[in-house]
């Protein structure tokens, strides 16, 4: 029963399963990027962030495209998610980005006082944001994908 809901759910909503699809192919092209460069598989990496390309432009920018061609390229509901996009692609690249380069600095120091024996703490996580190439490959992936399911 439940399963049958979530499917018509999706069926049902061209905009969702598009920007959905969108997700899931970049997020599966970044893990195979992922094992060929690191040659090993880790399930953890669906579900991380940072990487080439941006799953979170990729899912945005099909969010946006498809809204535009589905309800107009002037209608408030493609607005919003044209918004949605930049905001979610500028924080990819800017803030979440700076992140996670004061995490690899924060860890160098850590590891510096902690060969001193003076301190034990888990390392922060590194990657956390997008190169400004990895945000642009997503969004490209992203329309992509949108005009492809259109």
Known sequence: MIVKVVSRFFMENHILSVT???WVVAQTIKVT???I???R???RWFIGTGGMPSSHAAGATALA????LELGFSSPTFALAFVFAMVTMFDAQGVRRCAGKQAEILNKVIDDIYWQGRIQEQKLKELVGHTPIQVIAGSILGA???LVLA
Not at 65 to 68: L, M, Q, T
């Open 20 to 22: 959905i699809v969108a």
């Open 33 to 35: 990027l992922g094992a």
């Open 144 to 146: 992509i994908i949108a």
């Open 37 to 39: 460069r690191q040659k």
């Open 41 to 43: 598989f880790d399930f």
């Open 65 to 68: 495209i498809s809204s535009g």
